[in-house]
């Protein structure tokens, strides 16, 4: 069974917003490092926000005031709010969690299956 299920993926235009979410089936998935990672075809993944178990951020450059991470340790959830988006942010997003905190390398050792998102201009 899948232990990280990403959903909200979708298709918009620049400009708008998409919320991804992931759920979490770990054991204390609260006290783990979670990340969103996305790859478009052709390129290697690219770290886009990461997450501590306190919800200390960490954001890629490319994503810095547009994307925020957050995570909902009731819920067992981890989001990512995309605003402000642009054609260049087209590709599968994935959600990742370790017990060690990577950052943004994609070290991770439990990945989802990835998620859509397609920004048209």
């Known amino acids: 069974a899948q232990v990280l299920v990403e959903s909200g993926g979708g298709s918009v235009q620049a400009g708008g917003s998409l919320r991804l979410s992931c759920a979490v089936s770990l054991y204390m998935s609260s006290r783990l490092y979670m990340a969103w990672f996305r790859q478009a075809p052709g390129q290697e993944r690219e770290g886009v926000a990461a997450?501590?178990?306190?919800?200390?951020?960490t954001y890629g450059d490319s994503v810095k005031g547009r994307f925020t991470i957050l995570r909902d340790n009731t819920k067992n959830t981890l989001y990512l709010q995309m605003t402000s988006l642009k054609p260049e942010d087209t590709a599968t997003y994935y959600c990742a969690a370790d017990s060690r905190n990577w950052l943004l390398l994609p070290r991770y050792n439990y990945w989802g299956q990835g998620t859509q998102v397609t920004v048209s201009s």
């Open positions: 997450i501590d178990s306190t919800g200390f951020p």
